[in-house]
């Protein structure tokens, strides 16, 4: 055992607390948020104990689960992820007492993907991710988060069956379910072509990639905004991890087989879903478009298939979540009891709030990859990427892609700078939590801007697929 | 091969020629009379009077709870056939394990799941 | 170290100025420019020497600065401009403005030093998010376009000179070399017969855009006509500068052939500009349209310079590039007084100002005069030497340059005519003022000195060139 699963048992152990929690005391929820909060810190301690633990890599439950720097980043990262949902919706009685619960649940999910290195523990942690997500999605009350709920419900079920009839079928076709035995067993061609087809639209499915992203649109603006939160940054880092698992460790041999496909649809999504991101007002609807097109960006390094493309995704991930939780905590502060925030609400936030305006503008100038904000780097990355893999072309989208972003993050910006039309010049109201979240959040998307070092070394160590370039 | 079972493809062939010719005559030959009575929700029905009511999302509920714990209370009987050869360390197992689910329970207790209103 | 001082003083001053409060944050910007200036006479009398610090070794990515001949006399100009306008600029800007104009200045005299390419993209892109804030916030009816356009543009470039720099470092490695930015060890490389062709385009477009270069100007009478004449004059003075820069830093010593190969078209294309601008600027009746559109044709002169591969066009573009910005970010400097006096900008309007304003139209005059190329000041140094560059290696442009300095001196000429000549029209106006006339004196004192001392520029730019230069004389080229 040697605690190699300890960040998971933290967070199984969390779950009970909040639920326990709710139990306890059914009027002070805010036990609960504390407990989750615990262990969400309690487990990254963890992880960051194991990082330098000569056990690594290690595999567990015959080759079910492995265990490795790969894994702790993942952890790391949706650990980040779940720490801002909480702090972003911190004991807000409109989203109910099992917020905790739930995220922390859909949390365990996520990290089950990282180190998932079996097709039942992919689709557990596929599952185990998606079902409180269901539950988040529907629990703002009001009908547009019921239409969310259902939506998702829906779509993801529909997804998940495709994904289990993939999985099906490469089992059939090779005899293994161990991620790692797949190169070497004899594949069954038709068989295993048509499985890793569905398999891999399965989870591009979950990560939103264009032309299987029509549910993420509708589920972000109807999800109450701290589950918008959760979801943009934290299941956009399970399902790419593991599409980058599955595909690194069961299919770079037969690379030719999905390379090409995925290039194809890393451009077609960076390219239409930053198009689709002009066309918004609506401030969710427009991160939401641009989470489709930042998962764009995300398989032009796992379609890169080297080194640099791992890391590249790996960095991004970070760069990305950071700069949408700035976002979306900002839009938070400014909705107050609202759900959505559109263009019209940021005219004039510049004179009320011109801190929060700052944040914002770091937060939407790193989505847009200026340099000094660690978007630029994350793109930067990518790039290099794709060129040592000889794919201009993902190049040429990748900034084709950012060009048109661009307008798309800088047009809220102008809106906040223009003079307000003076109704509502009260300043905008910090919550502690919300704040602490934000600040941390720029700090870091300027921090990476200006001295990434650590952090490549970081991602440099962590994603060692040693049989790529 | 194929010449086996071109047979059998000409015959599926002409079975869903012949369902198509049948189920799609009346169309092709009976008279169009579009409007009036054909744009009601139930043409030949009862005209509805009150709005429709849905059979209860509560059973809905039921019917979740009812699988979630069923299939875990499912769960025992493989270890109910195997006990004596996993010793303690599977009845510890098991322990935890009803654990877990009894604390789901009593979750779903306190929080008014298993009220009917 | 004082070119850390050149960076590291606007930056602290940028977030100095935000907390000052809102009258006292042109005073601070004010001083923090001027230290910036004190620093860069360090550098150019003290202590040249640069920094080479690691950033991202993973990438070989070093913190590379260096002032040579080549960037010296930019920093000094962007030191000296940045003074002019953060005092040409009124106190009512409030704090947000002066942050962004030393932001600007930080970013700026980063670019002009960098000799990293990884630095010189980020300085590169970062000074796009000053300027698009200025033109959003500060400016007239249609900023918010004008800033939308300049950014979008600008960025459409860079983002084609991002894939170019990432590509060429790629290239270098995957060739067996080191993965490395830098400059100098990416010089001379051999690039692949297909891919560089499409390099050269996608460095070249991002300059060309932000020169502005014909035909990729359009964000130019936009950004120019609705910026407050301070901003006006930092853009035109030193930022389209940024864009030659880039194409005698950057490009020459990586794309010495490609520069033989296509040399006839990028001949053709800027001399196209180069009359384009010319007479645009001649069928304009707003004074900072003939100005704008005028700078056009001279930054599309400076590229012919450039293209003609000479030893002595080089060295001319060099030269005139620093003449121009100082002229020209004078000139607009002077045209925005006149606006905030007359309160319009169509020359029809005015009319013999002089009378009112004697030392106003004097300092007009002079910038006009520097801007038309009148021997003794610096600009008809610069152009002597572009067509001297352009003699030897395709007469026909030198024509074309010698025709356009013609029109040049007929469309300066006529806005000064039009404007401080003739009976006056209109009430009077307001003279300088002596606080205006104190920062007026040393720019155009320095105008002054430049002009009757190119070799001071020149010598120096020299052998920051000579590898270049040597290229060019080695292979026979343009003789």
Request: glycine share 10%.
């Amino acid at each position: 055992m040697n605690g190699a699963l300890g960040p998971e048992y933290m967070v199984v152990l969390g779950v009970f607390a909040s639920m326990i929690a709710v139990m306890v005391s059914r009027q002070r929820t805010i036990a609960a948020y504390w407990a989750a909060l615990a262990a969400v810190v309690a487990a990254g301690i963890w992880t960051a104990a194991l990082w330098s633990s000569p056990a690594l890599p290690i595999s567990l439950y015959a080759q079910g689960v492995r265990v490795d720097l790969f894994s702790l980043a993942i952890d790391g990262l949706v650990l980040l992820a779940s720490a801002g949902a909480l702090l972003v919706g911190w004991n807000d009685a409109r989203y109910g007492a099992d917020f905790p619960a739930l995220v922390l649940l859909a949390l365990l999910g996520m990290m089950v993907l990282g180190l998932a290195n079996n097709f039942l523990v992919l689709f557990l942690g596929i599952e185990l991710l998606s079902l409180p997500l269901y539950v988040l999605a529907a629990s703002g009350g009001y009908a547009e988060s019921r239409e969310a709920g259902l939506k998702y419900l829906l779509l993801g079920a529909f997804s998940s069956g495709i994904l289990l009839f993939g999985l099906a079928l490469l089992y059939g076709a090779s005899g293994t379910m161990v991620l790692t035995q797949l190169a070497n067993s004899s594949l069954i061609l038709p068989l295993a072509g048509a499985g890793l087809a569905l398999t891999v639209v399965g989870l591009v499915f979950k990560l939103g990639i264009i032309p299987f992203h029509m549910w993420v649109p509708d589920v972000y603006e109807g999800s109450p905004l701290p589950v918008t939160t959760f979801m943009a940054f934290g299941t956009k880092v399970g399902a790419a991890a593991i599409l980058l698992r599955f595909l690194f460790y069961g299919f770079s041999v037969a690379v030719g087989w999905w390379e090409p496909a995925l290039g194809y649809l890393a451009v077609l999504t960076m390219v239409a879903g930053n198009l689709l991101a002009l066309a918004q007002k609506d401030m969710k609807r427009l991160l939401a478009y641009s989470g489709i097109a930042n998962a764009g960006y995300l398989l032009v390094g796992i379609s890169a298939h080297n080194q640099a493309g791992a890391r590249a995704m790996l960095f991004y991930l970070l760069v990305y979540g950071l700069a949408v939780l700035a976002a979306f905590s900002v839009f938070t502060m400014v909705a107050r009891e609202r759900n959505s925030v559109s263009l019209n609400d940021l005219t004039g936030l510049a004179r009320r709030s011109p801190w929060l305006t700052a944040f914002l503008a770091v937060a939407m100038l790193s989505l847009a990859g200026i340099p000094l904000t660690g978007g630029f780097v994350g793109k930067f990355y990518l790039l290099q990427a794709a060129l040592d893999a000889n794919e201009p072309g993902l190049a040429i989208g990748l900034v084709v892609g950012a060009m048109i972003g661009l307008a798309a993050y800088v047009r809220p910006l102008q809106r906040a700078f223009q003079g307000g039309d003076g109704t509502s010049e009260a300043p905008v109201r910090w919550p502690v939590a919300g704040a602490v979240v934000v600040v941390i959040a720029v700090l870091g998307t300027i921090g990476l801007g200006v001295y990434p070092a650590p952090i490549v070394h970081i991602v440099n160590h962590s994603a060692a697929f040693d049989w790529l370039r | 091969m194929i010449t086996q079972y071109g047979a059998l493809l000409i015959y599926v062939l002409v079975a869903f020629l012949v369902a198509y010719l049948v189920a799609s005559s009346s169309q092709h030959m009976g008279p169009k009379a579009p409007g009036g009575l054909k744009r009601v929700t139930y043409e030949s029905g009862i005209v509805p009077e009150a709005p429709v009511k849905y059979f209860s999302v509560r059973f809905y509920r039921v019917a979740m709870f009812f699988m979630i714990f069923d299939v875990a209370v499912m769960s025992l009987y493989p270890w109910a056939t195997s006990l004596r050869s996993l010793h303690q360390a599977g009845m510890l197992r098991v322990l935890a394990f009803l654990a877990i689910v009894g604390l789901a329970f009593f979750y779903v207790w306190n929080r008014g799941g298993f009220q009917w209103d | 170290m004082f070119l850390v001082w050149l960076l590291a003083v606007p930056l602290a001053g940028a977030i100095a100025t935000l907390l000052a409060s809102a009258k006292g944050a042109k005073v601070v910007a004010a001083i923090t420019s001027f230290v910036a200036l004190v620093g860069y006479a360090g550098l150019l009398f003290v202590n040249r020497a640069g920094v080479n610090w690691p950033w991202i070794s993973a990438w070989g990515v070093r913190f590379h600065l260096e002032a040579d001949g080549l960037g010296l006399f930019l920093l000094g100009l962007n030191a000296v401009l940045f003074v002019v306008a953060i005092l040409a600029s009124s106190e009512e800007m409030g704090r947000v403005y002066y942050f962004w104009l030393l932001l600007l200045e930080f970013s700026v005299a980063g670019l002009f030093a960098a000799v990293d390419l990884f630095v010189f993209y980020v300085f590169w892109e970062v000074l796009l998010i000053p300027v698009f804030f200025l033109l959003t916030q500060w400016s007239g009816a249609r900023g918010k376009a004008a800033a939308l356009k300049w950014l979008i543009m600008n960025l459409v470039g860079s983002f084609f000179l991002l894939v170019g720099i990432v590509a060429v470092a790629v290239i270098h490695h995957q060739n067996g070399g080191a993965f490395t930015f830098e400059i100098s060890a990416l010089s001379g490389m051999t690039l692949p017969a297909g891919a560089a062709t499409w390099l050269f385009v996608a460095f070249l477009v991002a300059f060309w855009i932000k020169a502005p270069l014909w035909p990729l100007h359009g964000w130019m009478p936009d950004a120019y006509g609705e910026s407050p004449a301070p901003v006006t004059a930092l853009i035109s003075g030193v930022l389209s500068k940024a864009g030659i820069y880039g194409i005698l830093r950057v490009m020459m010593p990586l794309f010495l052939p490609q520069f033989r190969q296509f040399q006839l078209v990028l001949l053709i294309l800027a001399a196209i500009g180069l009359l384009y601008g010319a007479l645009a600027a001649l069928r304009q009746n707003d004074m900072k349209m003939v100005t704008a559109y005028g700078s056009l044709s001279h930054m599309a002169m400076m590229a012919l310079g450039i293209f003609s591969l000479t030893e002595v066009g080089i060295l001319g573009t060099t030269y005139y590039m620093v003449a121009h910005g100082l002229m020209v970010g004078g000139l607009f400097i002077v045209l925005g007084l006149l606006e905030s006096r007359t309160g319009t900008r169509t020359i029809q309007d005015m009319a013999g100002l002089n009378k009112s304003a004697p030392r106003l139209a004097a300092y007009f005059l002079f910038f006009v005069l520097g801007a038309l190329g009148l021997p003794g000041l610096p600009g008809f140094v610069g152009e002597y030497m572009i067509i001297q560059g352009l003699i030897q290696s395709q007469v026909v442009f030198a024509v074309v340059a010698g025709f356009v300095l013609v029109v040049a001196a007929w469309y300066m000429l006529r806005v000064f005519q039009a404007v401080m000549q003739g009976p006056a029209k209109g009430s009077a106006i307001r003279d300088l003022l002596a606080r205006q006339v104190a920062w007026l004196v040393p720019l155009a004192g320095l105008v002054v000195f430049i002009g009757l001392w190119p070799a001071g520029i020149t010598s120096h730019a020299a052998p920051s060139l000579y590898h270049v230069t040597h290229f060019l004389a080695g292979k026979g080229g343009g003789q």
